[in-house]
């Protein structure tokens, strides 16, 4: 099991390990998305972007970085991601809309 701490919402979520993060985040209430991501999302495959999120601790607990999130985010961070490609493996903190 692995408990997901959503900084900005002060919410914790548990999840079962290979948990993907867009779906614990959208069971529990957590807003991914900007006005924008609202209305033209992909629906969790990858391809609009719109789901970044940035892990701040536990990154070694979250599935690499997908062929799609490194051709998408090669100017960012490594600790961006994108919550639809994010599979949990245990304990992470993640701010929301970085």
């Known amino acids: 099991m692995a408990n997901i701490k959503f900084v900005k919402e002060n919410i914790e979520a548990i999840?079962?390990?290979?948990?993907n993060l867009r779906i614990?985040?959208?069971?529990?209430?957590?807003?991914l998305y900007t006005w924008k991501g609202?209305?033209?999302n992909c629906g969790g495959y990858g391809q609009c972007s719109t789901c970044i999120v940035e892990i701040t601790e536990g990154l070694e607990n979250i599935s690499p970085r997908t062929d799609v999130e490194n051709r998408k985010f090669k100017k960012k961070p490594s600790t961006?991601?994108?919550a639809c490609q994010a599979l949990v493996n245990?304990?992470?903190s993640v701010v929301t809309k970085p």
């Open 80 to 82: 961006y991601r994108l």
């Open 90 to 92: 245990g304990p992470i």
């Open 38 to 40: 609202k209305m033209m």
């Open 15 to 19: 999840a079962a390990d290979g948990a």
């Open 24 to 31: 614990k985040a959208m069971e529990n209430g957590i807003d």
